[in-house]
């Protein structure tokens, strides 16, 4: 295996982008004195507001954080939220080259309200039908013309089932990425689950794999986890897919063998997030060249990093650097 100080700074010349269903994760938070007079509910005096790049734009952050460089690529809604959405990606020295404004449905926002550290209430500002067909096509235009003049190392389908991401979206994208030989990685939701056919790497969930598969399977049978990861990795003729367990680690199949790699011993404050770690740490290994199996285990470690904070946080570069230091020299 190269050194891993030098693949971290090979990582620094790279560009990832970003396929993926972009949002603002608004916050309020306040105190709580009294009930109200008109309903039983609490009457919160808020004291502080907060807006966050969230969904697919988090994994933008992350990639950030690793020193590559993020190109996110998204469908915004032509309304102050939006311009608001531009203003963060701005904020974090980010590009909003890939953005797409439309008419025809607001930019995404998820409002959390949090008193006392209690989170009571949580508001979805989103139309998450899929986007028509018109809109797809441009979309799927507007990718690929970034793809074809930005040159990306890595190009990552963030899917959190909000109806941009269809699909004609996917097998036009893919098909430019195989055409130009750029790998590609997913992580699924639900509603696309089986049109990700022919990328490099698919990524569920337990729940997801499960979900998917229509099966009934403990994710501590790792026999059982292989066996139905393997399937779907024939059923989407998919170089790789991993599977991440949560306590249970994560396992990886690519047809000939599989590797697994139990969970780290953590203080597990919030797994918020985690996912957006595992697949952009996946995306910036894989750009610099770095084997799957090696990929896998940098991105669980840094998957568990994220675990052991409070809140949706991106990797710290320098602590994976040392950590994953650690269990190499170990190995």
């Known amino acids: 295996m190269e050194n891993l100080e030098q693949i971290f700074k090979e990582v620094n010349s790279k560009k990832i ?9 608004s916050y309020m938070w306040g105190r709580v ?14 004291t502080k507001k907060e807006n966050r790049l969230g969904g697919a734009a988090n994994v933008g952050l992350n990639i950030k954080a690793m020193g590559a460089e993020p190109i996110l ?4 809604g032509n309304d102050d939220q939006g311009k608001n959405f531009r203003k963060l990606l701005h904020k974090r020295n980010m590009t909003d080259l ?23 209430l949580r508001v979805d500002e989103e139309i998450s039908d899929s986007i028509q067909n018109d809109i797809a096509r441009k979309f799927s235009d507007h990718v690929i013309e970034i793809i074809e003049t930005q040159k990306p190392h890595v190009i990552i389908f963030e899917d959190y089932d909000k109806g941009n991401i269809t699909p004609e979206v996917i097998h036009l994208i893919v098909d430019k990425a195989v055409e130009l030989k750029i790998p590609v990685l997913v992580d699924p939701k639900k509603r696309n689950f089986f049109d990700y056919k022919r990328v490099t790497l698919f990524k569920p969930n337990f729940k997801e794999l499960v979900e998917g598969m229509k099966i009934s399977i403990s994710k501590l049978d790792t026999e059982a986890v292989a066996n139905a990861a393997e399937r779907l990795r024939e059923q989407l ?9 949560s306590e249970a680690g994560v396992l990886l199949t690519n047809g000939d063998d599989k590797f697994t790699m139990p969970a780290q011993k953590r203080e597990i404050a919030d797994v918020s997030g985690a996912g957006d770690t595992v697949i952009s740490v996946l995306a910036c290994c894989m750009a610099a060249n770095v084997d799957a199996k090696t990929s896998t285990v940098i991105a669980n470690i840094a998957g568990g990093q994220v675990c052991e904070k409070i809140g949706v946080v991106p990797v ?15 190995k």
């Open 17 to 25: 982008m970003v396929v993926g269903d972009v949002m603002i994760d």
């Open 33 to 46: 004195d009294r009930i109200s007079p008109e309903a039983p509910v609490p009457v919160v005096s808020v």
């Open 73 to 76: 690529c998204g469908i915004i």
């Open 98 to 120: 890939g953005l797409m404004p439309v008419n025809e449905r607001p930019t995404t926002v998820k409002t959390r309200v949090i008193a006392s550290s209690q989170h009571l």
């Open 237 to 245: 003729n998919a170089k790789y897919v991993m599977v991440t367990l």
């Open 316 to 330: 710290e570069k320098t602590q994976l650097l040392l950590e994953a230091q650690k269990y190499f020299t170990v």
